[in-house]
């Protein structure tokens, strides 16, 4: 059987993005700066993953680094495919929890802020944003209803 050149795939690769809500059930956003990629937009924690890093630890390191908040990973929301520079990225998406530390953005954002869900969709967010938002309505949902 003949495999693809993994050189020649149109896949970036995996990153995970953490749906953090304080206790009010605000979501935690963070806005990118004006270069770069999705400028001046917002989105959720996370990044891409190191190579051989699994996905909840890809999780907790980069939601510490962009923020400086200590979390825990309450549940799997689902994955979103996203695009950067043309290449697809498969976005893994978890709800998490604060556990410790304060809010410090790192240099990869300009701001950071928390927001009902109304607010959330009335901003510019990253496509990847908005569908993990589509796949976590109907998981708060069903939390809702228990």
Request: aromatic share 4%; with cysteine; hydrophobic share 35%.
């Amino acid at each position: 059987m003949d495999h693809a050149d993994p050189s020649q795939s149109a896949w970036l690769g995996m990153a995970v993005r953490v749906i953090i809500c304080d206790d009010q059930g605000r979501m935690l956003l963070l806005k990118r700066p004006h270069g770069g990629h999705f400028p001046d937009q917002w989105e959720f924690p996370g990044g891409k993953s190191d190579p051989g890093e699994t996905p909840d630890i890809s999780c907790v390191r980069e939601t510490l680094e962009e923020t400086g908040l200590q979390i825990r990973l309450d549940r799997l929301i689902g994955a979103v495919e996203g695009r950067v520079k043309g290449l697809r990225t498969i976005n893994l998406a978890m709800a998490g929890s604060i556990v410790g530390g304060e809010c410090k953005l790192s240099s990869e954002h300009v701001d950071a802020s928390w927001c009902e869900l109304d607010e959330v969709r009335r901003r510019d967010i990253t496509d990847v944003t908005r569908d993990i938002l589509r796949l976590s309505e109907p998981v708060k949902k069903a939390t809702e209803d228990d």
